[in-house]
């Protein structure tokens, strides 16, 4: 069980160049599940990169609404396990405060893969349960949000080595750098950055969410959820997306390509 905290594997691999086949090594990103179990019962089942994984799992539970402030939580362990069929796993072990049921919207057991963070979710409704419009009165200047596309590149050492993996960023209204996480999955990533910000107590009201990725409805509920007034994207959302981030008082920017979109709640841009 030592290799668990391993971000990558080296596998060999082929490539050809017209008639010449040659062999190489390539790195890349490593998968492994985690097992995400609150209060002795088995909740989810991740599939992730074994990186911050107390982050992951503490942030997961925050952006499903079964806490909603870090001292909620009593205890988070986290092990290596070895599943019957030899498979290598991880355990993250979550003992909230209350020891009643869990909130209808957390409870059931379900399977999140990388790419579809709401996969295993019973009932749409329940992503949004308990989710409150974002309040921030902060303003952020538009020549600081278009250096976060080349700030971002700077904190993802694991996609220069995999090409891979996703990255969030959390950066300040001055455009410094607070929380960076990867993982081969943008929603994890994120509640990797969410995890983190909620176990250091940092404020959210003045903070900008920078994803690697596109900005999908579960993105942004997990954004509105965490507090952040803004979300920038590398590339073009998707039309849920630009609707919950209108409701949920959420300015949401795509920086597809070298250049800028702002769809939702234009007033905090100091510019307009």
């Given at each position: 069980m030592?290799d668990?905290?391993?971000t990558?594997?080296t596998?060999?691999s082929?490539?050809m160049?017209?008639?010449?086949?040659?062999?190489e090594?390539?790195?890349?990103?490593?998968?492994?599940?985690?097992?995400?179990?609150?209060?002795?019962q088995?909740?989810t089942?991740?599939?992730?990169?074994?990186?911050?994984?107390?982050?992951?799992?503490?942030?997961?539970?925050f952006?499903?609404?079964?806490?909603?402030?870090?001292?909620?939580?009593?205890?988070?362990?986290?092990?290596?396990?070895?599943?019957?069929?030899?498979?290598?796993a991880?355990?993250?072990?979550?003992?909230?405060v209350?020891?009643?049921?869990?909130?209808?919207?957390?409870?059931?057991?379900?399977?999140?893969?990388?790419?579809?963070?709401?996969?295993?979710?019973?009932?749409?409704?329940?992503?949004?349960?308990?989710?409150?419009?974002?309040k921030?009165?902060?303003?952020?200047?538009?020549?600081?949000?278009?250096e976060l596309?080349?700030?971002?590149?700077?904190?993802?050492?694991?996609y220069?080595?995999?090409?891979?993996?996703?990255?969030?960023?959390l950066?300040?209204?001055?455009?410094e750098?607070?929380v960076?996480?990867?993982?081969?999955?943008?929603?994890?990533?994120?509640?990797?950055?969410?995890?983190s910000?909620?176990?250091?107590?940092?404020?959210?009201?003045?903070?900008?969410?920078?994803s690697?990725?596109?900005?999908?409805?579960?993105?942004?509920?997990?954004t509105?959820?965490?507090?952040?007034?803004?979300?920038v994207?590398?590339?073009?959302?998707?039309s849920?997306?630009?609707?919950?981030?209108?409701?949920?008082?959420?300015?949401?920017?795509d920086?597809a390509?070298?250049?800028?979109?702002?769809?939702t709640?234009?007033?905090?841009i100091?510019?307009?």
């Open positions: 030592n668990y905290h391993k990558y594997l596998f060999r082929f490539t160049n017209g008639s010449k086949i040659s062999r090594k390539t790195d890349l990103t490593a998968e492994i599940p985690l097992q995400i179990i609150v209060n002795g088995s909740h089942l991740i599939m992730f990169t074994p990186q911050d994984i107390r982050e992951l799992a503490i942030g997961f539970v952006t499903e609404g079964l806490i909603k402030d870090f001292k909620e939580i009593k205890d988070c362990k986290v092990s290596g396990v070895r599943e019957k069929d030899g498979e290598e991880i355990e993250a072990r979550i003992e909230l209350s020891k009643g049921p869990l909130p209808m919207a957390a409870s059931g057991k379900r399977v999140s893969y990388s790419s579809c963070g709401i996969c295993g979710t019973e009932n749409y409704n329940q992503m949004k349960t308990g989710l409150k419009r974002v921030s009165a902060h303003r952020f200047a538009m020549d600081m949000l278009k596309p080349h700030s971002l590149e700077e904190f993802q050492p694991l220069t080595k995999t090409g891979g993996a996703h990255a969030a960023v950066f300040d209204s001055k455009g750098q607070i960076h996480c990867e993982d081969m999955g943008r929603h994890n990533a994120l509640d990797k950055v969410i995890g910000t909620l176990i250091r107590g940092i404020s959210s009201e003045d903070k900008v969410l920078v690697s990725g596109r900005a999908s409805l579960e993105m942004i509920l997990k509105a959820r965490a507090g952040f007034p803004v979300f994207a590398m590339s073009r959302p998707t849920r997306a630009v609707e919950a981030a209108r409701f949920y008082n959420v300015t949401l920017i920086m390509k070298n250049t800028n979109r702002i769809y709640h234009v007033r905090r100091k510019e307009f």
